[in-house]
């Protein structure tokens, strides 16, 4: 069964940096494209960056600032994000993929998620 859980979110102050972390067991973690997505307060979770065989994929709202990683021998996802806003403040969630060779951006391409990590961002 795989499972992820993710760390490292909290309250700071807007131009702040945090790094996630989501550890993944279950699965062959090389093999799996990664994801993170975030679900701001009172709103449906949304796709930002996903680390998939062929390249690393970021929305516009966190591109520049949010650099996604990978440590294959940790089976290890991690986001660091810098200079944070006020509108970054969500849940973060990452997730995880059957495949490597994914589009990236589509939920659907998911079938396990972590917990989630609160983010939140005082102006």
């Known amino acids: 069964q795989v499972q992820l859980r993710e760390s490292g979110g909290g309250l700071v102050q807007a131009g702040s940096s945090l790094r996630l972390s989501c550890s993944s067991s279950?699965?062959?973690?090389?093999?799996?494209?990664m994801a993170w997505f975030r679900q701001p307060p009172g709103e449906k979770a949304r796709w930002f960056v996903a680390?998939?065989?062929?390249?690393?994929d970021y929305a516009d709202s966190v591109k520049g600032r949010f650099t996604i990683s990978r440590d294959n021998g940790k089976e290890t996802l991690y986001l660091q994000m810098n200079n944070l806003k006020p509108e970054d403040t969500a849940v973060y969630y990452c997730?995880?993929?059957?495949?490597?060779?994914?589009?990236?951006?589509?939920?659907?391409?998911?079938?396990?998620w972590g917990q989630g990590t609160q983010v939140t961002v005082s102006s």
């Open positions: 997730a995880s993929s059957p495949y490597l060779y994914v589009n990236g951006r589509h939920a659907a391409e998911y079938d396990c």
């Open positions: 279950g699965r062959t973690f090389s093999g799996s494209a």
């Open positions: 680390a998939t065989a062929e390249f690393t």
